[in-house]
């Protein structure tokens, strides 16, 4: 069987702690796995939605493989460090049981290295043994690979939430879902056609009509849905006027604006200076809030996030 990709690229992932599972998917710890084992601090998703920090698996079933190359995204680009890779041929796909499985062995593995740890909760770590909740997310896109919602759907029968998180350039993937995620982000990072190609980088064409194509799409689904904007300082966090008909075509649950964090691979795409404050990300919410008439109902300084909505409060999952 030839090498999906090359060998240098998958040590290169394994140092930055990428655990590979099968031929194309992988699980990687979040900080926040280690801030609410270590320091009881848990991830803003906890505090917005009710999902466990500790109960969470950061997984992608599309690790190398996406159809933009994003200039704030920390996943390897073909071209990082040298290494070239055609980021949009597919291979022949892993099954969605041996991806759960993989994940969760995994995430196992990465929860093993806590056990010796004085300072661990070890009340935490026996709940994080029986993980709960996936985020599909970790890098590359996951609607390009191609039995997405069996995946969602081998998750949710093993009792887990699933939040999945797509760029929104393959709709086709999306209107045909065999299983809704429990939760469904699409990342908006530009308010135009032009600043979308200077940020996002797209590798197919039409990427911005499929973007719009499926942001008509997400009043149909029957999950909460959330846009999230990946806020980079001097790119992207401009023209509220023009977000906020982006929003009113998705008619999106949430609106997340997200201050970008200089980690992995971005690093050799922008400098630490383009990551803004949360004052910033605060006064684009604000904006943006204005001009879609949704309304500030929670906000995490530490992950420099702010949720929008016009509901109330957050829909929040509780474990079963």
Known sequence: ???????????????QKYHLVGKHSAVKRC?????????DRPCYKQKFYGIKTHQCIQMTPALFYCTQQCLFCWRAQSGDLGITWNEMKMPKWDSPEEIVEG????????????KG?????QKKL????KPKHAAISLTGEPTLYKP???????????????????????PSALANLSEEPTQLYISVCAPNKETYKQVCRPQIPKAWEKLNETLELLPSFKCPTVIRITSVRNLNMKNAEAYAKLVEKANSTYVEPKAYVHVGFSRLR????NMP???????????????TGYNMIDESKESRVVLLSRLEKPIKFADN
């Open 103 to 114: 994940s969760i062995k995994a995430q196992l593995k990465i929860l093993s290295g806590y």
């Open 277 to 291: 404050s949360h004052k910033e990300i605060r006064d684009f919410a604000t904006r943006l809030g204005k001009e």
């Open 270 to 273: 922008l400098n630490y200076e």
């Open 1 to 15: 069987m030839e090498t999906l990709v090359p060998s240098s690229l998958i040590q290169a992932l394994k140092k």
């Open 31 to 39: 900080r926040w796995l280690y801030e609410t084992l270590i320091h």
């Open 117 to 121: 740890n004085p300072k661990t909760n």
């Open 148 to 170: 997405i919602g069996e995946l969602i759907q081998a998750f949710h029968r093993r009792g887990f939430t699933t939040f999945l998180v797509s760029n929104g350039t393959v």
């Open 126 to 129: 026996k709940e994080a043994l």
